[in-house]
């Protein structure tokens, strides 16, 4: 289900990536389609990777007769999927800004990306490091640290809702300015024609 909902939310980010390219003139589909594709498949390889037969990262998580890969495959879809939402509000704000202050004010996205791409990893990497070591630390058995990963759920839920939230202001403000252009453009035409 994790696995649905990041390529949801994958799609829908390509789909305002090439918008946003399209309108500056740099877009490469095939370079966007490709690093989509190979994103998806890397994380669908990670999180079945004990299905496939591979288990190099299973058999590392196994720690003292305790699995931590499970967990640390569902905290690392709630980090892809708080990466995807991160990222389609700051493609969406992008694509209001050339809207209403035109293609000057386009900036460098590769920069800001990266750091939203860091940010995410650093929060999934620590959290993994410092559960883990503490759950290790303090003998804890899975079913004592399953409460450590639903706690990062949580966490997810809170950075989820902020990031639809701002979304819903963010797309209320951009309505509000089409709307006030409309109007503006309705009081041009009848100034046009009573001239």
Same mark, same amino acid.
């Given at each position: @289900?994790?696995?649905?909902?990041?390529?949801?939310?994958?799609?829908?980010?390509?789909?305002?990536?090439?918008?946003?390219?399209?309108?500056?003139?740099?877009?490469?589909?095939?370079?966007?389609?490709?690093?989509?594709?190979?994103?998806? !498949?890397?994380?669908?390889?990670?999180?079945?990777? &004990?299905?496939?037969?591979?288990?190099?990262?299973?058999?590392?998580?196994?720690?003292?007769?305790? &699995?931590?890969?499970?967990?640390?495959?569902?905290?690392?879809?709630?980090?892809?999927?708080?990466?995807?939402?991160?990222?389609?509000?700051?493609?969406?704000?992008?694509?209001?800004?050339?809207?209403?202050?035109?293609?000057?004010?386009?900036?460098?996205?590769?920069?800001?990306?990266?750091?939203?791409?860091?940010?995410?990893?650093?929060?999934?990497?620590?959290?993994?490091? @410092? &559960?883990?070591? &503490?759950?290790?630390?303090?003998?804890?058995? @899975?079913?004592?640290?399953?409460?450590?990963?639903?706690?990062?759920?949580?966490?997810?839920?809170?950075?989820?809702?902020?990031?639809?939230?701002?979304? !819903?202001?963010? !797309?209320?403000?951009?309505?509000?300015?089409?709307?006030?252009?409309?109007?503006?453009?309705?009081?041009?035409?009848?100034?046009?024609?009573?001239?």
């Amino acid at each position: @289900m994790g696995l649905f909902w990041v390529a949801v939310q994958q799609f829908c980010f390509a789909c305002l990536k090439y918008a946003h390219d399209g309108i500056l003139g740099i877009g490469n589909t095939r370079r966007l389609l490709i690093s989509q594709l190979l994103a998806f !498949a890397l994380l669908a390889v990670f999180c079945f990777e &004990s299905e496939l037969g591979t288990g190099y990262l299973s058999n590392v998580l196994y720690i003292n007769k305790v &699995s931590f890969y499970e967990w640390t495959v569902r905290i690392t879809i709630c980090g892809v999927m708080i990466l995807f939402d991160s990222l389609l509000v700051l493609y969406f704000a992008r694509i209001v800004r050339l809207y209403r202050f035109g293609i000057t004010a386009a900036s460098p996205t590769l920069k800001i990306d990266l750091a939203v791409f860091a940010f995410v990893a650093l929060l999934c990497c620590g959290y993994l490091y @410092m &559960s883990i070591t &503490s759950a290790l630390r303090l003998n804890f058995t @899975m079913v004592q640290y399953n409460w450590i990963g639903r706690f990062f759920i949580q966490i997810s839920n809170f950075f989820y809702i902020a990031l639809e939230v701002g979304g !819903a202001v963010l !797309a209320w403000s951009f309505l509000r300015h089409l709307l006030r252009d409309k109007g503006l453009k309705k009081t041009e035409g009848k100034a046009l024609n009573n001239a």
